[in-house]
């Protein structure tokens, strides 16, 4: 199997696109490689974006800049002049502008619109260029009773919306359909913490309860359209909560044959090969149809977790070296794959040694590659995309949709995981050869 | 003298439960489940190894008044008075022990709480409606206490360096006071009595302890642990009982330390009547006082109300608002201000009253009737700037609804009194400078919340602001030993940080010996 691993993943690294020459995205690569260099510049670049869309002004959006840059020691030469721009209210002014544009081109680029109704055209030209979707809707955190309730309403409208436009979309043979069926295009995925205010890691029945009551009629309503509703996964604190409202709600008779939907499962977590025991055998005896899709992660709160352990004296719930995680993903993908037909499998990485080796398990497994998804983020997986679809796979992004507010707290994940010196798409950027891109973890 | 790595540094906070876990919380819910079966206990009057009288005192859960929890004795003035003359025997012995067999002691009795961690969790979920997270905090902190004051009298018993002349040799060291009566409150049953007590004794000296009547089972556990550590029964007596209690033991003239914890009237009694010297007394008593606040959190036009309101909710809410370091006050910038209450307010609606018992439970009952009737009262006054409540209510027990309010004159009782409860005051400023002069305004300087993004803010209010704790983007309360130390300035208290490096100087007085090393013109060193 290893050696189709190699096989595959060489393919794909074969069909990722060239280089883009577009002078802007030229410049957020640039900022994004200063970023990863000097950890305090990172830091104040990060807690600049996070500031953005409460400023209230340029001035104040360049006064909020320099007072981030001033903690920063050794300054290279473009921020040595943004801090002279600074001086004046009419260099602040400029300065605000500038880093403002900045902000909303780098949000731009991970966000597809600021409402599902934005966002068709973007989700179009994926579809046409031969991957699916899977939205998310961004939001503020949900503190009271009406921001639920708007996020509830936020979801439904999407679903009608994507519902509506969807069969206008030209045929897709592989992203409509694996050999057990067909699969929705319209795909949605949720957040728990956003349907409720109520969820708390010491009481999780009653978020749970609270989340119910409105993720129900999103359910049904996904059902009657054919679309698929994909819970998703957050920190480790409303872990229970998420499994327990799923497995509820999809017991329930109503909701027992449809909607297509799907969890997710973290291989960052200790527990996690636990968990998706779990998963597996609750699809096992249900025997649901259609299949619940597992997406498979490695997991998006690493740094939460461990800090959050480290405050309070625990162990934390995560793998602390990557190295572990890689190893029980791929341990992961393979005890998914051989759980395929209960469960459809969704691999979600843009680590190449893992996509390669899921693809090299699943044909090991004397699978078919469209019984195995693989999914990617919008703004980081995008050449990956391009590649597995060129490859005849079935890839699907996910996509946030939403406003800058909204949005601030994904950017700031994203642009973390795109400057750190630990990930995949650091290392291929840097140019490190394939050979240790595709080395077993 | 050699320069050793300080004790503490191998200090660690003990860890909570992991409640986000449903065996930990089946844990405490089975402990709970034993201890119902044996109330309510009996806590009497322990002085010098004497069990006296355990009536006259019944301790109650706030939240279904009719379960009694605790039958404690009631200490008189004569039993007061029988305390400190065991303490004054006590002190000869115990005080002359070195400090490292102290110390171990201290931590051997915090090996007793660990053990009893769950149990002693469950007491103050039914002595004071203490909801789980929060019990189990509690508990914790108690056994911090005992293990960063072992360690740092070890710390102070080394003395401390000064500068060396030739010919003469200079040397600074910490020796006990004497007699140290604690006076600990009820909304950190455990925690705060067992602090104050361990501080005494881990300094060298004797304890009489009295604690409060609401919570008397809580301290007859932490005396038991002592004991049962190897606290001579002489140098720590436990003296449940009222004021008249407490008011005696601080009149008595061989008393030297009186460690409070309290409200302001009481602890403003407390510094007068210690400041009598007595016939006799040969010596000025002091006292170590940890007072009310009236909290603030300034919230800036750049904050992030994501975090900011949870966290306020949170500080003002956790615990139905009894602690000293709750936030009874928000003082946003005009420009959050809308938006800032429209999701408090929605926030504090969505708050779960209720019993402690259940991890449900956000808001338990306030401590008493009395505490019930005064929260009403102030929201009474302020009724008609309500923006939100959490109604209704249990009918039974001591239940106060969970309330904001808004735009009050700053003359308001409710926004320059301490009210010791699950209200909250929300005021709009122009700016942070506004705000300032708002928390500068009231005589109280506790715990202090800021909410901004701008590192020129942050430091600019760090400088200026007067609190004794001053929390910038996180909640105000919780502050953890040895991380946190804790305490308030201006009427809030003397000043000192419990759990902090500085608190056992209060507790000893320092002596200087210099001895001239010159014989015969010659250094002999």
Known sequence: MEAELQRVGRSIQAAFPGRTRNPLRALDQKAMELASQDMELRAALFRFVDVTPACRSL??????????????DTRPPPIEAAMKMSGTKAGRTALGAAAAAGVRRMAHRFIVGETPRDALRSIRHLWEQGAAVSVDLLGEATVTEPEADRYAARCLD??????????????????????????????????????????????????????????????????????????????????EATMDLVFELLDEPDLSDGPSTGIVIQAYLRDSPDQLERVIDWAGRSGRRPPLVVRLVKGAYWDHEVVEARQHGWTPPVFEQKRESDRNFEALTRRLLEAWPHVRPAIASHNLRSVAHAVACNRELGREDRDLEVQVLRGLGDDLAAALAGHGMRVRIYCPVGDLVAGMAYLVRRLLENTSNESFLGDQQRGVPIEELLAAP | MTVSAPPTTDFRNEPILELRRASARESL?????????????????????????????DSTDPGAPQRLVARAGRASEDDAAAAVDAAVRGFRDWGARPAAERAEVLRGAAARLRERRLELAALQVR????????????????????????????????????????????????VPRGVTVVISPWNFPLAIPCGMTAAGLAAGNAVVLKPAEQSPASAGALADALHAAGVPHDALALVPGYGDAGAALVRDPRVHVIAFTGSAPVGLEIVR???????????????????????CVILDSD???????????????????????????????????????????????????????????????VIERDAQERV??????????????????????????????????????????????????????????????????????????????????????????????????????????????????????????????????????????????????????
């Open chain 1, 59 to 72: 001035d104040d959006l360049a006064r909020h800049l320099t007072g981030y840059l001033d903690e920063v």
């Open chain 1, 158 to 239: 999407a679903l009608e919306t994507l519902g509506e436009a969807a069969p206008r979309w030209p045929e897709r043979p592989v992203l409509e359909a694996d050999s057990l069926g067909p699969l929705p295009r319209v795909n949605l995925s949720a957040k728990v913490s956003a349907l409720t205010p109520l969820l708390r890691p010491e009481a999780p029945d009653v978020g749970r309860d609270d989340a119910a009551r409105r993720m129900r009629p999103l359910l049904l309503r996904a059902k009657e359209l054919g679309a698929h509703l994909h819970i998703d996964m957050e920190s480790v604190d409303t872990l």
């Open chain 2, 29 to 57: 819910l089975a402990a709970l489940r034993e201890l119902d079966t044996r109330l309510p206990l009996s806590v009497p009057i322990l002085v010098g190894g004497d069990r006296g009288a355990a009536e006259g005192v």
């Open chain 2, 127 to 174: 002595e004071c409606a203490k909801p789980w997270p929060e019990a189990d905090g509690d508990v914790c902190e108690a056994i911090d206490f005992l293990e960063y004051y072992a360690r740092e009298a070890l710390a102070l018993d080394r003395g401390r360096p000064l500068v060396q002349a030739p010919g003469e040799r200079n040397t600074m060291r910490y």
């Open chain 2, 273 to 295: 009547a210690a400041a009598e010297t007595a016939p006799g007394q040969d010596h000025v008593k002091r006292v170590v006082s940890e007072m009310g606040g009236k909290n």
């Open chain 2, 303 to 365: 904050a992030d109300l994501d975090d900011a309101v949870p966290e306020i909710v949170y500080s003002a809410f956790g615990y139905a608002g009894q602690k000293c370091s709750a936030a009874a006050r928000v003082l946003v910038h005009e420009a959050a201000a809308d938006t800032l209450l429209e999701r408090l307010a929605g926030a504090v609606r969505v708050l779960e009253v209720g019993q402690a018992e259940s991890f449900a439970t956000e808001v338990p009952a």
């Open chain 2, 376 to 525: 009403l009262r102030y929201r009474e006054a302020a009724s008609d700037r309500l923006a939100a409540s959490a109604e209704p209510v249990p009918g039974e027990g001591w239940f106060a609804p969970p309330s904001v309010v808004a735009g009050l004159p700053e003359d308001s009782p409710v926004n320059r009194e301490e009210i010791f409860g699950p209200l909250l005051s929300v005021t709009t400023v122009r700016d942070v400078d506004e705000a300032m002069d708002v928390v500068d305004s009231l005589p109280f300087a506790l715990t202090g919340g800021l909410f901004s993004r701008s590192p020129t803010t942050v430091e600019r209010v760090a400088a200026w602001s007067p609190v004794g704790n001053l929390y910038v983007n996180r909640g105000i309360t919780g502050a953890m030993v040895g991380r946190q130390p804790f305490g308030g300035n201006r009427r809030s208290g003397s000043g000192s940080k419990a759990g902090g490096p500085d608190y056992l100087l209060q507790f000893v007085e320092p002596r200087v010996v210099t001895e001239n090393t010159m014989r015969h013109g010659i250094p002999v060193e």
